[in-house]
């Protein structure tokens, strides 16, 4: 099973991901989880990221396509992932679809208000984790990724969740979405 979520911080992607990975038996890749591991390496990569990530920027598509290929070459995502934050512009989608088959693209649907509401109640040690920056990944989110959305769309891939539900009935419903029940 090979999965693709997408939603702004805080619509539980996280979440749903580990369930979904527990459920198909395939792992759980975030590329915001990649770039914050890099950005702990005392490189020029990892002090480079450190800033964009910290400022609520996206990282440049080549960069991001590079990393983002690389792991996923690795034997562990043969059989199948959850990822979850990539693509996020139009490019990284189209770049993807040259390389990768995915079974479904999964939008998980909740208003920037019940999002920051979220982001802004829970304990997090993430430095990128700034209002400013949240904001800002919003804002890139309508931006840039909203036409990944409408990409999927397109080729009848994307199934819409509401996020704004309990966890257990999101999780159903996007099993329902994978089954073609929806
Ligand atoms: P996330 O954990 O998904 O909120 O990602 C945290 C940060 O990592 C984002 O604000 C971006 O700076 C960077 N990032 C994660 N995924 C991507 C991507 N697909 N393209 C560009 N930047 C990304």
């Not at 983002?68 to 679809?97: C, M, N, S």
């Not at 966890?167 to 329902?176: C, G, T």
Request: a positive charge; one cysteine or more; aromatic letters at 8%.
């Amino acid at each position: 099973m090979k999965l693709i979520l997408i939603g702004i911080q805080g619509a539980g992607k996280s979440t749903q991901g580990n369930l979904l990975s527990e459920k198909y038996g395939v792992p759980y890749l975030s590329s915001g989880h990649i770039f914050r591991e890099i950005t702990r390496k005392k490189t020029k990569l990892g002090r480079w990221l450190k800033e964009t990530l910290n400022a609520g920027a996206l990282v440049p598509d080549d960069t991001t396509l590079e990393i983002v290929f690389e792991y996923l070459q690795k034997p562990e995502y043969r059989h199948g992932y959850i990822l979850d934050g990539f693509p996020r512009t139009l490019a990284q989608a189209e770049e993807f679809d040259k390389r990768e088959k995915i079974n479904k693209v999964i939008l998980i649907d909740v208003s920037d208000k019940e999002a920051v509401w979220r982001i802004s109640g829970r304990v997090s040690d993430r430095q990128d984790e700034t209002l400013q920056a949240i904001r800002q990944r919003i804002e890139l989110f309508h931006q840039l990724t909203k036409p990944v959305v409408d990409h999927y769309q397109g080729l009848g891939m994307l199934a819409r969740i509401n996020g704004e539900q309990e966890v257990n009935k999101v999780f159903k419903d996007i099993l329902a979405a994978c089954n073609g029940k929806t």
